[in-house]
């Protein structure tokens, strides 16, 4: 999939975009992706930090290629009083701006929201910060995930710690990001005002914990780290087979009896001890002891085969490739591919999952070189 010169739904809104590294770039590539136009402000020489940040696919880092897709790219060293008065210059006309710098740095450069906004009141300014405005710890993705409690509830045990795969919070934060840019839009669009946006790292996280931070302040229940087990349903785990694990995510009692059927063991569903999930979670040992046992008498893309058609959720645990070829084989088009001038072939990257019927998400440039346009 490539652009074809379809519009957008933020066609004509104008992006400064000073983000760096994963939070910011993620949150202006889905509005860029959109229609809108992203000029990606970097510092001369270097440019944003994941430029240098491997793997490298037809010169180019992978990581940077993640979320830079339909920007421009303009090299200014904010140090330099004619770098900084064109920095001013385009804040002055843009319809968004989004900043990352530590909170204080775009104020002393004449480029915060006060400043922005004497000259621009339609403005919406949007700062991403990792403590909400607090300077004393800095906002990296691992960090964040220590100290806002996601590690202790993930990985095999309250004294295994273990940071999720992929700079999580940094996405999670990119995504409440551009809720808020685009919220603010629409009170723009209402108004004619603009407003200050303003997203951290640490709230982010605490909101994307959910179920488990609502269970400690609704409940006080502080949860730990379980492993793959679910702290309130049973079974919801992977399993070990004939080959590989599966995965079984057995959300009701319905379920159960499906999958106990398909065991040859459907006696199990009426067994007090596992007849609902309350019991089930209660004696939750001894269920996965059962299944386990039952489980090893085929492999995990047979049972894959089997339960899926009786309704029961589950599914083998796929490596990155074998991902994004079950999205193609469901027909998701996971990957789009964006004509670049300067190499041979296209781009391939990362399809934004977003559908519109009317004015759908559009591959319109390559991530730029530092400083192309």
């Known amino acids: 999939m490539t652009g074809d010169g379809a519009g957008g739904a933020l066609d004509g809104l104008l992006i400064a975009d000073f983000g760096r590294v994963l939070a910011g770039p993620y949150a202006t590539m889905l509005l860029a992706d959109l229609g809108a136009e992203v000029v990606k402000i970097e510092r001369p020489g270097s440019g944003d930090d994941t430029r240098s940040w491997g793997p490298d696919a037809g010169g180019q880092a992978t990581y940077f290629q993640a979320v830079n897709r339909n920007k421009s790219s303009l090299a200014l060293d904010l140090r330099d009083a004619d770098d900084l008065a064109s920095a001013r210059d385009l804040v002055a006309r843009a319809d968004v701006v989004v900043e990352n710098f530590l909170p204080g740095a775009m104020d002393r450069l004449g480029l915060g929201y006060s400043d922005v906004a004497a000259v621009n009141p339609g403005v919406v300014y949007c700062s991403i910060t990792g403590f909400g405005g607090h300077n004393d710890l800095p906002g990296y993705d691992l960090l964040v995930q220590a100290v806002g409690g996601l590690m202790s509830i993930t990985g095999a045990s309250p004294e295994e710690p273990t940071k999720v795969g992929v700079a999580l919070v940094d996405v999670v934060t990119g995504l409440h990001a551009a809720v808020g840019i685009l919220s603010a839009l629409r009170h723009r669009d209402r108004t004619g005002r603009g407003q200050r946006v303003e997203v951290n790292l640490l709230s982010s996280l605490l909101s994307a914990l959910a179920n488990q931070g609502s269970g400690y302040v609704g409940a006080g229940v502080v949860p730990r780290a379980m492993g793959n087990m679910?702290?309130?349903?049973?079974?919801?785990?992977?399993?070990?087979?004939?080959?590989?694990?599966?995965?079984?995510?057995?959300?009701?009692?319905?379920?159960?009896?499906?999958?106990?059927?398909?065991?040859?063991?459907?006696?199990?569903?009426?067994?007090?001890?596992?007849?609902?999930?309350?019991?089930?979670?209660?004696?939750?040992?001894?269920?996965?002891?059962?299944?386990?046992?039952?489980?090893?008498?085929?492999?995990?893309?047979?049972?894959?085969?089997?339960?899926?058609?009786?309704?029961?959720?589950?599914?083998?645990?796929?490596?990155?490739?074998?991902?994004?070829?079950?999205?193609?084989?469901?027909?998701?088009?996971?990957?789009?591919?964006?004509?670049?001038?300067?190499r041979d072939a296209p781009v391939r990257t990362v399809a934004n999952p977003i559908r519109m019927s009317e004015t759908p998400p559009v591959y319109r440039s390559a991530p730029p070189e530092l400083g192309e346009a």
């Open 230 to 342: 679910h702290p309130s349903v049973v079974p919801y785990q992977p399993f070990p087979t004939a080959d590989r694990p599966l995965i079984l995510a057995v959300g009701n009692d319905r379920q159960f009896s499906a999958l106990t059927a398909e065991l040859g063991a459907p006696g199990m569903a009426d067994d007090p001890r596992f007849a609902t999930n309350s019991d089930r979670v209660a004696n939750r040992e001894s269920l996965i002891d059962e299944l386990t046992e039952l489980l090893r008498a085929d492999t995990a893309d047979g049972w894959f085969t089997r339960f899926t058609a009786v309704g029961v959720p589950c599914g083998p645990v796929n490596d990155i490739a074998e991902a994004f070829a079950l999205a193609d084989r469901l027909g998701l088009e996971p990957i789009a591919q964006v004509d670049d001038a300067r």
